[in-house]
C-alpha cells in the first residue's frame, strides 16, 4: 500500500468540520454574526457594511473550501504527537483535537478576510466615501472576533449532522 492510499483513508476533524462549514445555513447565519464586527471595524452604514461582510465571506469561503480542511490538520498534527509524547490520550477525535481544529479553522479564516479587507478596502475605499480606515490592529480584532463568532456557528451543523 502507498503512502499516498494510506493519507487517501485518513479523517480528521477539520475534514469533518468543513460539511458543517459550508452548509448553506451556517454560512447564511455566520455572515449575519460577522456584519455587526464589520459595521463598528469600518465605520460605515449597514448597508455598506453588510457589502464589505459577504464579499470578505464570498472570497472566504471559496478559498477556505480547501484552506479550512488543511488548516485542521496543520494544527491536528502537533495536537496528535503532543498527546502521544505526554500520554494524556487525546486522540485526533478528543475533545482537545477538536479544539484546536476550531482555532486553527478561525485562525486561517480570519487571516484570509484580514488579507481580504485589505486589499479591496483600502484607503481609496473608505477616503472615497469619506469614512476613517481602521488600523490593522482593529481590524484584525473585528475580524477575528468574527470568525470566533461564525465558525462557532459551522460548528453548530457538524454537530447536528453527526
Known sequence: MTVCAILGNVMWPGLVAESGLIALWAVVLGII??????????????????????????VSCGIGYILNPLAGLIFIIPHDLFSYILSIGGG????????FTYHGI???????????????????????RQLKQPSRKKTWLAIWLANLVSVAIGFCFISAKY
Open 33 to 58: 454574526a460577522e456584519w455587526p464586527f464589520l459595521r463598528w471595524l469600518s465605520g460605515a452604514g449597514w448597508g455598506k457594511s453588510l457589502w464589505m461582510t459577504i464579499t470578505i465571506n464570498a
Open 106 to 128: 478561525v485562525l486561517a479564516t480570519a487571516s484570509l478576510e484580514y488579507l481580504v479587507f485589505r486589499g479591496f478596502f483600502d484607503d481609496g475605499y473608505f477616503s472615497k
Open 92 to 99: 485526533t477525535f478528543s475533545p482537545s483535537g477538536w479544539i
